[in-house]
Antibody, heavy 121, light 112 residues
């Protein structure tokens, strides 16, 4: 059974940093691209960042480019999101998602339960 | 403002069929057969319902179907059931530098 467990969220001040983690199990982690998608309170879904299985293809939404860094450790079956220079508008539930397509970036096949990031002074 | 346009709400009675539209542009929905749909119940994580316009994940009910015409994709749910009441989001690969995937604003489905 696929399991994605996010952690690392919390309350942080604007301008500070947070590192989110996603522990994956139940599938061959290094066969799949991984993604971060966020959802602000009461709002819709927003794609944040993606990383290919071999880290050669990394994408960011303009809203986080230059501030967030996605990475993965295939030996540890883990995905990360380093969030620097946090803004109030980064407040959201951050979901880790496994791509549904083997070795490609295509769609969000399975989602974790999310970790809440709140940015406020 | 979301990149893809969905109706804010739709409703239907049990047993009926409903269709949710998702309108993009020639740069996203119209250019790629990479539209997906997600169901989200309150307080829950999104769940994949349709990928690559009209493909269903293994084990998903065939009451859910997807299609696309030009810049507009659609999700149809037939034989509505109470448990179908949820928010539904479309998503398209866009391949642009500003964003690679774009979501719709979401549609609240109410089963009357």
């Amino acid at each position: 059974e696929v399991q994605l467990v996010e952690s690392g969220g919390g309350l942080e001040q604007p301008g500070r940093s947070l590192r989110l983690s996603c522990a994956a199990s139940g599938f061959t982690f290094d066969d799949y691209a991984m993604h971060w998608v966020r959802q602000a309170p009461g709002k819709g879904l927003e794609w944040v960042s993606s990383i290919s299985w071999d880290t050669t293809n990394i994408r960011y939404a303009d809203s986080v480019k230059g501030r967030f860094t996605i990475s993965r450790d295939n030996a540890q079956n883990s995905l990360y999101l380093q969030m620097n220079s946090l803004r109030v508008e980064d407040t959201a539930l951050y979901y880790c998602a496994k791509d549904g397509d083997l070795l490609r970036m295509n769609y969000f096949g399975y989602w974790g339960q999310g970790t809440l990031v709140t940015v406020s002074s | 403002q979301s990149a893809l346009t969905q109706p804010a709400s739709v409703s239907g009675s049990p047993g009926q069929s409903i269709t949710i539209s998702c309108t993009g542009t020639s740069s996203d929905v119209g250019n790629f057969n990479l539209v997906s749909w997600y169901q989200q119940h309150p307080g829950k994580a999104p769940k994949l319902m349709i990928f690559e316009v009209n493909k269903r994940p293994s084990g998903l009910s065939n009451r859910f179907s997807g299609s696309k015409s030009g810049n507009t994709a659609s999700l149809t749910i037939s034989g509505l059931q109470a448990e179908d009441e949820a928010d539904y989001y479309c998503c398209s690969y866009a391949g642009r530098s500003t964003f690679t995937w774009v979501f719709g604003g979401g549609t609240k489905l109410t089963v009357l």
